[in-house]
């Protein structure tokens, strides 16, 4: 449980990250994933998982940062 009454979810499943990631979308509020921030490039660089997912989720995506 989170602040405010929030629940986090998570699950296991096996397949392609994206596909499994948009069909679970359909049913969630909101959709938390990672983006890597490689040294010396402005801005953020998505990746073959959370591009799709920002363009094509049925709910909101958050992109969170993240260095390598």
Do not use: W
Request: with cysteine; net charge positive.
């Amino acid at each position: 449980m989170l602040g405010g009454g929030q629940r986090a979810a998570d699950r296991t499943a096996e397949g392609p990250a994206r596909k499994i990631l948009l069909d679970a979308s359909a049913t969630a509020d909101l959709m938390v994933v990672g983006a890597r921030r490689h040294k010396g490039a402005f801005g953020l660089r998505l990746g073959r998982v959370a591009h799709p997912l920002l363009h094509h989720s049925a709910c909101p995506v958050a992109v969170v940062p993240g260095t390598v």
